[in-house]
């Protein structure tokens, strides 16, 4: 599991692993397996594992495979367990250190990797962070437990934003979690920039970065940056549809500021296809066709919505838009085949691409 991980991570070092690592070594035998299901629940989960971990530490001469070969017994908690985490610290702790560090260097299921984290999280050192922000690199299992252990480690914050910075979905959410509990001077920067991805999973952690970084304080500042504008836009975009997951715009005290900050600063800014995607996605949430349980009343940003408006239909944007159509960029391709793409400036009375392409002669 861990050279899986490695091997995809060499690949693109400074990215998320391609398909998020999927699909992993393991995958049919854990499909095909019949799983052990938690011995109660919530805070119970982890008690059939701590059982099995005080067993084993108890015979002496006991090997780490032999503890990976009966992992799959008991059911083994993606997240923090207290159960799990008092079992390792009864343990010798050199021995469980080891134990742990053997599971994710040979370990080739999930189960077993699980293990390994719960056990890092517990007893592990400054020396593991490598091992588990590789193993973490393959989120959507480990994500949880990779941030936690990251997290009580020396250094440990700049080790969980290296993480957040190459993981997507839901490993992302994890730890971008764990930064804001964290909130840590070092990390805020990263925070501040780069936390929301776009994806919608970023509704569940926009609330927490925005309150971490103080985004509205860094939006109307006298100088401030492209990079803290840009990322600004994506979460606001965000809070326009995240009702139910996190908080919304309709709900951000600051919500008025940082919009007019952020339509402000792209005035007098250069358009890209990213921009344009972002400024018209904004005018488009914020109208009447908006979530109205993320955005409230439209008439509210009726201001905000007619500045996109007219930031959009400039000949400058509108050419970066047309442009960007005509290589192909996906966030413009997505943004025409939607009927208020089509509206706007920049396409008014063109027809999408997949009408043109179904219109051309064979």
């Known amino acids: 599991m861990f050279d899986h991980a490695l091997r995809l991570h060499r690949e693109t070092p400074d990215q998320p692993l391609r398909r998020g690592g999927s699909p992993c070594p393991d995958e049919e035998a854990h499909r095909r397996r019949q799983r052990p299901k938690a011995a109660g629940g919530g805070r119970s989960a982890g008690r059939g594992v701590a059982l099995l971990l005080d067993a084993h530490f108890a015979r002496g001469s006991a090997s780490p495979g032999e503890l990976a070969a009966v992992c799959h017994d008991v059911h ?131 609330g927490d970065v925005v309150r971490t970084t103080g985004l509205h304080e860094a939006a109307t500042a006298s100088h401030v940056d492209d990079e803290i504008m840009d990322h600004a836009g994506r979460i606001l975009l965000v809070m326009t549809g995240s009702s139910g997951m996190g908080a919304t715009l309709s709900r951000y005290p600051h919500a008025e500021a940082v919009l007019a900050a952020h339509l402000r600063h792209l005035t007098r800014t250069e358009p890209s296809a990213g921009r344009y995607c972002t400024a018209a996605s904004l005018a488009g949430n914020l109208g ?55 509206r706007l400036a920049a396409f008014a009375g063109r027809p999408s691409p997949q009408s043109s392409d179904r219109s051309s002669p064979q």
């Open 76 to 206: 083994i908690p993606i997240h923090p367990d207290e159960h799990i985490t008092a079992a390792a610290e009864r343990a010798d702790g050199r021995r469980a250190r080891e134990t742990g560090r053997w599971l994710v260097r040979h370990g080739t299921d999930r189960c077993s990797v699980t293990l390994e984290l719960a056990l890092i999280a517990a007893v592990g050192t400054a020396d593991d962070i490598r091992r588990v922000q590789t193993i973490g690199l393959l989120s959507d299992w480990f994500g949880p437990l990779a941030a936690h252990a990251l997290a009580r480690l020396a250094g440990g914050a700049e080790a969980v934003a290296w993480l957040a910075e190459r993981v997507t979905g839901w490993g992302r959410v994890y730890a971008v979690h764990t930064l804001c509990r964290l909130d840590d001077p070092v990390t805020r920067p990263w925070l501040l920039r780069r936390a929301c991805d776009g994806d919608f999973l970023n509704a569940y952690f926009v």
């Open 288 to 342: 009447e066709d908006g979530d109205e349980g993320s955005i409230g009343p439209a008439r509210r940003w009726r201001h905000h919505r007619d500045g996109y408006l007219s930031l959009l239909a400039r000949d400058d944007w509108c050419g970066v838009a047309r442009e960007a159509l005509a290589a192909k960029d996906p966030g413009i391709l997505w943004l025409v085949e939607t009927a208020w793409g089509r």
